[in-house]
């Protein structure tokens, strides 16, 4: 979930209209939230746990909030006092939001290495094959799947979509054995195969954007925290709940 970068036109103010405010909060917000008389591009808008504060997220993935009349906004996290301590509500709807994004990708589309007997966690590694420590995680794999987690890699080559990594990614998708290719190519070796089938980087590369990746390796946990760069096997199995 990426935070508000419009915060210099937002000291123009923004208002609803009064026809406006027939509708309930969210509607309205959704379709007359305007800065200096432009609208904004609303994606939605949803309640939340603070009387009369409302989220707004925008087309691009931003988000803030607002009063229900769109005269103040508040740029950052939303944090609950409970007994436990503090805990940020603006961080978990974005895990949230993160796993469905995850979720609905087919598993055919991703480059699955998986545990030795049923797996006891899953996780998401946005990787990049010119990346040396996305190579020192992938060294650690077979260490993860002995311990019974899963490791599912997407792309997201560092350098955009007109670099050397991309192509090296789209052969490792469209090779035969594409586990063996990404292994291949992590270990510097040039892969011989075409990079031209229906294969998924371009895609995998903007989700890996808009989800907020912006390195590489990028880990997904299961509850859709990103926990970027190389995390050692014993740490990312503690982060798991599977340490000892």
């Known amino acids: 979930m990426r935070r508000l970068s419009l915060l210099p036109l937002l000291l123009g103010g923004a208002l609803l209209s009064s026809a406006a405010m027939a509708q309930s909060v969210p509607?309205?917000?959704?379709?007359?939230?305007s800065v200096n008389g432009q609208p904004m591009p609303v994606e939605n808008v949803n309640e939340t746990p603070m009387a009369g504060i409302y989220q707004v997220q925008l087309t691009n993935g931003e988000t803030f909030y607002a009063n229900a009349d769109g005269s103040y906004f508040l740029v950052g996290d939303l944090y609950a006092n409970q007994?436990?301590?503090?805990?940020?509500?603006?961080?978990?709807?974005?895990?949230?939001?993160?796993?469905?994004?995850?979720?609905?990708?087919?598993?055919?589309?991703?480059?699955v290495f998986r545990a030795v007997d049923e797996p006891k966690a899953t996780v998401v590694v946005f990787t990049d094959t010119s990346c040396p420590y996305c190579t020192r995680l992938h060294e650690t794999v077979p260490e993860l799947n002995e311990a019974g987690v899963a490791v599912h890699y997407l792309a997201f080559p560092r350098t955009g979509m007109n670099g050397d990594a991309a192509r090296v990614m789209q052969q490792a998708w469209c090779a035969d054995n594409p586990q063996?290719?990404?292994?291949?190519?992590?270990?510097?070796?040039?892969?011989?195969?075409?990079?031209?089938?229906?294969?998924?980087v371009a895609s995998q590369y903007q989700t890996g954007m808009a989800l907020g990746v912006q390195g590489t390796p990028a880990i997904i946990l299961p509850g859709g925290e990103l926990v970027?760069?190389?995390?050692?096997?014993?740490?990312?199995?503690?982060?798991?709940?599977?340490?000892?």
């Open 27 to 33: 509607e309205a917000l959704t379709e007359t939230l």
């Open 83 to 111: 007994d436990g301590g503090l805990v940020n509500l603006t961080e978990q709807e974005g895990n949230q939001e993160r796993a469905e994004v995850i979720a609905a990708i087919p598993e055919d589309e991703r480059i």
């Open 180 to 200: 063996q290719a990404l292994t291949d190519a992590k270990q510097g070796e040039a892969l011989s195969g075409s990079a031209n089938c229906d294969n998924p």
């Open 228 to 244: 970027p760069g190389f995390v050692p096997p014993e740490r990312l199995l503690g982060m798991l709940g599977l340490g000892e």
